[in-house]
């Protein structure tokens, strides 16, 4: 039986590249996000048994439970979940709205965490399961305007070590998928001599993309990846090396 997969934020940038090589590697797909898109929508009518879509808004965390108990009840055990949706607000730290800061908490720290304890449920029935939390770069290296946005990445990072001891013994791995620069709606504000200077930090002198980043999601879930927990795999063109 193919093995199913929860995936976060799957109708756009790096979900919706990472849900579409899922359905080529054969795994079943439940992508969840706050509206559908069109490249998703088109994903799902091409295949109808294997790609399904959830509307929901991780900022509503008390709802994750049912969330996931009834994407249980619809398409049965999850094999993996990959904790990528996140909000990518950016501001000077002392005038960003409260507002602001609590939900990107909420939706980049709080959500994929019942995410996890939720999904993890069924893994523990199942004694097999992978967890992939994408962090970011910016989680160790920093980014003048991006400072909660970067401690929200970096709490996934150490969430990913300690939760990836508590779940060993059942053959579930969990790890982080740390991304540089990518182009997608995240990341559109950043134009010009910005991205230029990003660009140039990179030894490979280019920026990875969502297929890349995708790529290496595939792998953590693969059977060649069964001995990797613990760890962040960095997909950034070299950017910080
Ligand atoms: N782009 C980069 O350069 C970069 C670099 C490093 C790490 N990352 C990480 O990669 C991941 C994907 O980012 P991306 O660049 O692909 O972003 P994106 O293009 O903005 O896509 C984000 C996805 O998350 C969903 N989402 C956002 N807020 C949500 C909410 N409250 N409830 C439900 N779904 C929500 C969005 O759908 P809706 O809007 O319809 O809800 C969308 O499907 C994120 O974790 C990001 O931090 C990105």
């Given amino acids: 039986m193919n093995k199913m997969v929860i995936v976060s934020g799957a109708t756009k940038g790096l979900g919706l590249a990472i849900s579409k090589k899922l359905v080529e590697s054969k795994y079943i797909v439940v992508g969840v996000s706050r509206t559908n898109s069109e490249e998703y929508s088109e994903l799902t009518s091409n295949h109808p048994n294997?790609?399904?879509?959830?509307?929901?808004?991780f900022s509503n965390?008390?709802?994750?439970s049912t969330l996931v108990k009834n994407i249980v009840k619809s398409h049965g055990r999850p094999?993996?979940?990959i904790n990528n949706a996140a909000l990518g607000h950016d501001g000077v730290l002392a005038t960003m709205h409260e507002k602001d800061i609590h939900e990107l908490i909420k939706v980049n720290v709080e959500a994929p965490i019942l995410l996890a304890k939720y999904a993890s449920r069924s893994m523990l029935l199942n004694r097999v399961g992978r967890i992939?939390?994408?962090?970011?770069?910016i989680g160790s290296t920093g980014f003048n305007g991006l400072s909660v946005y970067g401690a929200t990445k970096s709490a996934l990072g150490g969430f990913t070590k300690s939760l990836s001891r508590e779940l060993g013994r059942a053959n579930i791995t969990v790890n982080t998928l740390a991304p540089g620069y990518m182009e997608t709606n995240m990341t559109k504000g950043l134009q010009g001599d910005k991205l230029k200077s990003i660009t140039r930090r990179s030894p490979l002198g280019r920026l990875a993309n969502v297929d890349d980043a995708a790529q290496a999601t595939l792998f953590l879930l693969s059977?060649?990846?069964?001995?990797?927990t613990g760890s962040t795999?960095?997909?950034d063109a070299g950017s910080t090396a």
Avoid: M, P, R
Wanted: no cysteine; net charge negative; glycine share 6%.
């Fill in 132 to 137: 992939v939390n994408v962090g970011s770069i």
């Fill in 233 to 235: 795999i960095t997909v």
């Fill in 223 to 228: 059977d060649g990846a069964s001995s990797i």
């Fill in 79 to 81: 094999y993996a979940l």
């Fill in 50 to 57: 294997s790609v399904f879509f959830q509307t929901f808004d």
């Fill in 61 to 64: 965390t008390d709802k994750i």
